[in-house]
């Protein structure tokens, strides 16, 4: 959506991090989340973050959220092939989900 | 769990003819969500169940698009008729009963992709 802003693409060698980056605008957004999709498949939660805290980690996934800039970022560590996806941040403000475009990860060999 | 499960898959229609998507949510999910996914953009919202009730479909264009949610269970979507922008791919999705100021996740089906030609 237009709320919600992602760099297009990245590439990335496999083992490396990957560094996903988003911007949104609404500063009322409660959660923020992280989804995957993979190609012919539906949407996969793969982390949110409540708007309250600067920082999640779940295994190799780390959200940061810098409130002040309404900036959030993923990071990946130890990128595998299975990473490649296209990867969409969303904003949750009155229980509506506002999308970015995703971003394409491309991982390679 | 089962998931969402969603049919058809893919669906190929002229224009101007009409189609129709089902949806059944995972079980006791109240709240039920259709999004309409454009290729390379993220799914924007088209209308939002709470059991059989429409909760919002600011975004539904209405002179073509319908929806319904009859038993607060499964839901169809439905375009008629359809245009060549209408191309894209349907998303349904469903979460638990909202609890206000909580956490809700959005599971969403495999969708079904429609082309108009």
């Known amino acids: 959506g237009e709320d919600v802003e992602q760099s297009l693409f990245l590439s990335v060698r496999e083992g490396d991090s990957s560094v996903i980056n988003c911007t949104y605008t609404d500063s009322s957004s409660t959660y923020l989340y992280w989804y995957k999709q993979e190609p012919g498949a539906g949407l996969q939660l793969l982390t949110y973050i409540f708007s309250n805290m600067d920082m999640k980690q779940d295994q190799r996934l780390t959200v940061l959220l810098n409130k002040k800039d309404k900036h959030l970022s993923l990071r990946i560590a130890d990128t595998q092939t299975g990473d490649s996806a296209i990867y969409f941040c969303a904003e949750r403000s009155d229980y509506k989900l506002s999308f970015g475009a995703g971003t394409t990860v491309t991982v390679r060999a | 769990e089962a998931g969402v499960a969603q049919s058809p898959r893919y669906k190929i229609i002229e224009k101007r003819q009409s189609v129709a998507f089902w949806c059944n949510p995972i079980s006791g999910h109240a709240t039920l969500y259709w999004y309409q996914q454009i290729l390379g953009q993220g799914p924007k919202l088209l209308i939002q169940?709470?059991?059989?009730?429409?909760?919002?479909d600011s975004q539904l264009p209405k002179d073509r698009f319908s929806a319904e949610r009859l038993k607060g269970v499964d839901s169809t979507l439905k375009i008629q008729p359809a245009k060549l922008e209408d191309s894209a791919v349907y998303l349904c999705?469903?979460?638990?009963?909202?609890?206000?100021?909580?956490?809700?996740?959005?599971?969403f089906g495999p969708g079904t992709r429609l082309l108009v030609l």
């Open positions: 169940f709470q059991n059989n009730g429409v909760v919002d």
């Open positions: 999705a469903s979460s638990y009963p909202r609890v206000a100021g909580h956490q809700e996740t959005q599971y």
